[in-house]
């Protein structure tokens, strides 16, 4: 998807560039004309490679997909009573540590649903795993009790999930944006395995998940 929409960025940059100078040299000879609809048209040409370019900037860290797949491993252990470890593994190697509270764990994602249109660009449903959290079983203790919070997600200079809602010009290239998450209770230790469908997250308790 990424090299796509490079390819794109540059081709129509290039082309920018190209009616630019025909543009230039239509001004030299006086053909007021063909200067202007050639300054149109490099315009027109330079909009749609920073569109491209910003497409390819702000889907940085996002996954596609187009059937379940795995979106991490998580591994769990417990410290306490209402207090365990959880190690997130990533299918591209990253691996992290938080220590959540609670007798669950939360996570959830952004899901990026595009149109037909953007398709052909390559760009199909897209994923990014966004928090996990600890959770409480007792509602009382959920909303009195610490709670732990933290980012799955990678700082971007833009992010597709929050540019969409910002900007109507995308509108016409996503089908849909939204949230999706979901929770699972720990045992004192356990592996899970958290999947990421068409419909949404959800997570399976596995024997064994790679280490």
């Not at 990424?2 to 082309?15: G, Q, R, S």
């Not at 009616?19 to 230039?24: D, E, G, K, T």
């Not at 390559?122 to 509602?139: M, P, Q, V």
């Not at 809602?165 to 958290?194: H, K, M, N, W």
Request: hydrophobic share 50%; aromatic share 10%.
């Amino acid at each position: 998807m990424a090299t796509t929409l490079v390819v794109l960025t540059v081709i129509f940059a290039l082309l920018s560039v190209t009616f630019f100078i025909v543009a230039i040299w239509a001004l030299k000879n006086k053909r007021l004309l063909r200067t202007a609809a050639n300054t149109v048209f490099a315009l027109l040409l330079l909009s749609l490679s920073a569109l491209f370019a910003t497409l390819t900037i702000s889907t940085q860290g996002y996954r596609a997909f187009t059937h379940e797949e795995v979106a991490a491993f998580v591994s769990t252990q417990r410290i306490d009573a209402q207090r365990f470890q959880a190690r997130v593994r990533f299918p591209d190697g990253r691996d992290t540590t938080f220590v959540l509270a609670g007798d669950e764990f939360y996570i959830d994602a952004h899901i990026l649903k595009w149109k037909p249109l953007a398709n052909l660009l390559g760009l199909h449903t897209d994923y990014e795993l966004d928090r996990i959290s600890g959770r409480y079983l007792d509602l009382a203790e959920e909303q009195s009790s610490p709670r732990t919070l933290f980012a799955l997600s990678r700082a971007k200079p833009l992010d597709i999930f929050h540019l969409r809602r910002r900007s109507p010009l995308l509108a016409p290239l996503v089908d849909a944006e939204y949230g999706s998450g979901t929770f699972i209770a720990t045992d004192d230790q356990a592996e899970f395995e958290v999947r990421v469908s068409t419909s949404g997250l959800l997570i399976r308790k596995t024997a064994a998940a790679p280490r």
